[in-house]
T-cell receptor
């Protein structure tokens, strides 16, 4: 069965610093992987997705993620954090029938 | 504008009083789903529907019902709400084919006293 683990429920960075949010997955088949972002009082919005094409995936707002099969990881990065990046981030893996399994989420805080 | 619309956005109710949270999408998506979000647990799937009149249980279906009589609508029904159903609920939809990217509603915060 597919599952997702996000290491660190809270991550704090300074404005301008590197953002690294960790996601490890387990899947018995080549996975489709997603990162979603949730701003306060809003629904989830797709940041980027991996669908077995390029292993380095670029998303919106300067985020990117690298699929590493050997490490079963799909970590999310951004070179320079901005105050507007403060939000909760969810990693997800697609299961059969379009169902997604989500990780527990990581709340990103950006300090001025 | 393509969107998933949920109502109500906020609701406070009492134990045992039946309620329905509506969900509607205007993207002609076949697949629709309900999730609940609880701190530290991420999003957990309650029910999903692959198309009209086709529904199935997700990971946490107890205490919930759904129906899919029309393609655009997928209401979530709590026949007898209990305090452990206090949560933030999200409806989502997608095309059945393709990568399965989900489009989410803005959420419905439910409190059961």
């Amino acid at each position: 069965a597919q599952s997702v683990t996000q290491l660190g429920s809270h991550v704090s960075v300074s404005e301008g610093a590197l953002v690294l949010l960790r996601c490890n997955y387990s899947s018995s088949v080549p996975p489709y992987l997603f990162w979603y972002v949730q701003y306060p009082n809003q629904g989830l919005q797709l940041l980027l997705k991996y669908t077995s094409a390029a292993t380095l995936v670029k998303g919106i707002n300067g985020f990117e993620a690298e699929f590493k099969k050997s490490e079963t990881s799909f970590h999310l990065t951004k070179p320079s954090a901005h105050m507007s990046d403060a939000a909760e981030y969810f990693c997800a893996v697609r299961r059969a029938g379009n169902m997604l399994t989500f990780g527990g989420g990581t709340r990103l805080m950006v300090k001025p | 504008e393509a969107q998933v619309t949920q109502n109500p956005r906020y609701l406070i109710t009492v134990t045992g009083k039946k309620l329905t949270v509506t969900c509607s999408q205007n993207m002609n998506h076949e697949y629709m789903s309900w999730y609940r979000q609880d701190p530290g647990l991420g999003l957990r799937q309650i029910y999903y529907s692959m198309n009209v009149e086709v529904t199935d249980k997700g990971d946490v279906p107890e205490g919930y019902k759904v129906s899919r009589k029309e393609k655009r609508n997928f209401p979530l029904i709590l026949e007898s709400p209990s305090p452990n159903q206090t949560s933030l609920y999200f409806c989502a939809s997608s095309f059945s084919r393709g990568t399965g990217e989900l489009f989410f509603g803005e959420g419905s915060r439910l409190t059961v006293l």
